[in-house]
């Protein structure tokens, strides 16, 4: 299951589980109105965003470490 995410007339948003390619085009919206589906940019990467920093930063410092200077 994939998570679809929708936008009403009035920019809220609605998010909808459904398999992969049988997302509906439109949802019923909290405040009742239509929502249409809104195309993003797909989520790569899970877990703890923290976690992710940290990596990027462990991978980045192997490649450039930053070297201390005596003041």
Request: hydrophobic share 40%; with cysteine; net charge positive.
């Amino acid at each position: 299951m994939a998570a679809y995410l929708y936008r009403c007339p009035e920019r809220h948003e609605t998010t909808a589980e459904a398999p992969m390619g049988e997302a509906p085009e439109s949802v019923h919206c909290a405040c009742g109105a239509r929502a249409a589906r809104t195309f993003t940019a797909p989520m790569v990467r899970s877990g703890p965003r923290a976690a992710h920093r940290m990596r990027d930063v462990a991978a980045e410092s192997a490649e450039n470490p930053r070297i201390a200077h005596r003041a």
